[in-house]
């Protein structure tokens, strides 16, 4: 497998807008930083809620949980 270039937590270059988003769950809109999946880097880390978005797939990040990119270029959630 191919390693994704090395950065550290700060995704902040990945960002790319923001939108609103209706979690059902908590029951209200929450506004959301839309992230370009391929600008992500090994080390990364977002906090939810957020969006990754890339051609063909588009990952939501719940509130109350965080995602980390990982040497792979894997996207782990977690609570």
Not at 1 to 18: C, N, Q, T
Not at 21 to 37: I, N, P, Q
């Amino acid at each position: 497998m191919r390693r994704v270039p090395a950065g550290d937590a700060d995704s902040s270059a990945a960002i790319k807008g923001k939108r609103e988003v209706y979690f059902s769950e908590a029951g209200r809109r929450a506004s959301c930083k839309v992230y370009d999946r391929y600008k992500l880097r090994a080390g990364n880390w977002i906090d939810g809620p957020a969006i990754i978005e890339e051609a063909d797939s588009t990952v939501v990040i719940h509130p109350g949980f965080g995602a980390g990119v990982d040497a792979y270029g894997n996207i782990l959630i977690q609570e």
